[in-house]
């Protein structure tokens, strides 16, 4: 099974970046809940958003109103579309996706996508 995000990029402050997370490979049987972490040069990695099998959703209170968390189940991808980025958003970003197997789930994380709101 694979993770790959993809979308990130150099913004301007009060752009917008779209970021996915395509899982792959085979025996997947769905996707179970999915998130996205973001970590920044000397932070620790946090939770930016979740979205849970059924599509509930959590956002971490800096993003809340800015930040939205998406899925499309059929293609076994999520979403993060960033709006009023702000340089304090500046950070790899992290996909991690519960795969569910015909009999076992399990974690799989992302390689991580660079994002950066500069003038």
């Known amino acids: 099974v694979q993770v790959v995000e993809s979308g990130g990029g150099l913004v301007q402050p009060g752009g917008s970046l779209r970021l996915s997370c395509a899982a792959s490979?085979?025996?997947?049987?769905?996707?179970?809940?999915m998130g996205w972490y973001r970590q920044a040069p000397g932070k620790q990695r946090e939770l930016v958003a979740h979205?849970?099998?059924?599509?509930?959703?959590y956002y971490e209170d800096s993003v809340q109103g800015r930040f939205t968390i998406s899925r499309d189940n059929a293609k076994n991808t999520g979403y993060l579309q960033m709006n009023s980025l702000k340089p304090e958003d500046t950070a790899v970003y992290y996909c991690?996706?519960?795969?569910?197997?015909?009999?076992?789930?399990?974690?799989?994380w992302g390689q991580g996508t660079q994002v950066t709101v500069s003038s």
């Open positions: 979205i849970g099998s059924g599509g509930s959703t």
């Open positions: 991690i996706a519960q795969v569910q197997g015909g009999t076992w789930s399990l974690n799989f």
């Open positions: 490979g085979k025996n997947i049987f769905s996707i179970n809940d």
